[in-house]
C-alpha cells in the first residue's frame, strides 16, 4: 500500500494561509509529519489563483524538498503550473492528474512522458462525473488509448475510480468499486488511488464512514489511498485490512505500527 498524504492541500484553511505568508516552517512540519507516519508520497496542492499557482506550487515542491526525500504527487489542474513544479522536483513524481476534460490531456501528457513520470487519471471528462460504471470505464478506456499513444506503459498509471457523496448518491461505494474491478478486467496492470472523505459529505459521523469505506475499498483494489497520514483511526484500519487481506506477511508490518506505537492504545503499544 502506497500512501499519498493529503494534508498539503491550499484548500485548508491553515495551509492557504502558509502558502499566502510562505511560512516555511508550518508546511515543513506537515511533511515531516506526514512522512515519518508512513506517506510514501506527498499531495501538494496549492490552490490558489490561476496566475499566482505556478509560483506557489514550486515554493512548496521547494519547502518541502529541504526537510523530506519523499515523491511528491503535483496536484493540479492547472498546466502551468504542473510545468513549473515538474522541473523543481528531485524524484520523479506522480502527477495528479489527467482526465478527459479538454485541453488536459494535451497539456499534461508531454510532462508525463518527457519526465517519465506516473500519473492519476480520473474517471471524468468535460460533462463531470459519469453516474454509472460504464459510462465512468468508457472514459478510462479513452485515457488509456492516449497514455498508450503517448508511449506511457499501464503500470504509471494510478486510475480514481472518483468518489461522490453517499448522501446524495446511495450506490456511490458501489460505483467506485465497480469501476475499479470493470478497469482491472480490461486493464491488468493499472494503480488505482482515491480521495476518501467525499464519501461522508453531509453524514454525521463522518470518521467512521470514511474508515469503513477505507477497508472495503481496499479489498476491492485500493492500493494507493489519499489520506491523512496522522489520523491513527485509519492508519490501523489501513493496517489491519492489508493484513486480514493476506498481504502483510508474518504480519510483520502490523506488529512494527504496533510497536512503534503508531496503532493501539497509546498507552499500552510497548
Ligand atoms: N482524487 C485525486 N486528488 C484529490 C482528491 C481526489 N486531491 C484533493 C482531494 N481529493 C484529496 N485531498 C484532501 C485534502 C484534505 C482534505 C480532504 C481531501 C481534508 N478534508 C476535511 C473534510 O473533508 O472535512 C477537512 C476540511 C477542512 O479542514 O476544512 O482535510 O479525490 N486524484
Known amino acids: 500500500m502506497k500512501i499519498i498524504g493529503e494534508k498539503i492541500n491550499g484548500t485548508l484553511k491553515l495551509v492557504r494561509k502558509a502558502v499566502e505568508e510562505k511560512d516555511e516552517a508550518f508546511i515543513q512540519d506537515l511533511a515531516k509529519q506526514q512522512a515519518d507516519a508512513g506517506a510514501y508520497w506527498l499531495d501538494v496542492n496549492a490552490g490558489t489563483l490561476p496566475e499566482h499557482e505556478p509560483d506557489d506550487l514550486v515554493w512548496l515542491v521547494r519547502t518541502v524538498q529541504e526537510v523530506v526525500d519523499l515523491p511528491l504527487c503535483l496536484d493540479s489542474a492547472n498546466v502551468e ?9 528531485k524524484k520523479t513524481p506522480l502527477i495528479n492528474s489527467i482526465s478527459g476534460e479538454s485541453g488536459r490531456l494535451e497539456g499534461v501528457l508531454p510532462l508525463v512522458k518527457d519526465h517519465d513520470c506516473e500519473v492519476i487519471a480520473l474517471a471524468m471528462d468535460g460533462n463531470g462525473i459519469p453516474a454509472d460504471v460504464e459510462s465512468r470505464l468508457a472514459v478510462v478506456k479513452s485515457l488509456i488509448a492516449e497514455t498508450r499513444n503517448a508511449g506511457i506503459s499501464d503500470d504509471r498509471i494510478y486510475i480514481d475510480p472518483l468518489v461522490t457523496a453517499l448522501a446524495t448518491g446511495i450506490q456511490s461505494g458501489q460505483v467506485a468499486f465497480k469501476t475499479m474491478e470493470a ?3 480490461e486493464f491488468p496492470d493499472v494503480h488505482f488511488t482515491m480521495g476518501l472523505s467525499n464519501i461522508s459529505f ?3 459521523e463522518r ?3 470514511n474508515k469503513t469505506f477505507l477497508a472495503l475499498a481496499i479489498a476491492a483494489g485500493l492500493d494507493a489511498p489519499i489520506l491523512d ?3 491513527r483511526d485509519l492508519m490501523e484500519i489501513l493496517l489491519t485490512s492489508e493484513m486480514v487481506l493476506g498481504n502483510d506477511n508474518y504480519c510483520l508490518n ?4 504496533f510497536r512503534e506505537g503508531k496503532i493501539g492504545n497509546k498507552t499500552d503499544s510497548k
Do not use: E, H, M
Open 81 to 89: 503550473a504542473l510545468k513549473a513544479a515538474v522541473k523543481a522536483v
Open 183 to 185: 478497469t482491472r478486467l
Open 202 to 204: 453531509g453524514l454525521p
Open 207 to 209: 470518521k467512521v464512514v
Open 229 to 231: 497520514p496522522l489520523d
Open 254 to 257: 502490523y506488529i512494527k505500527a
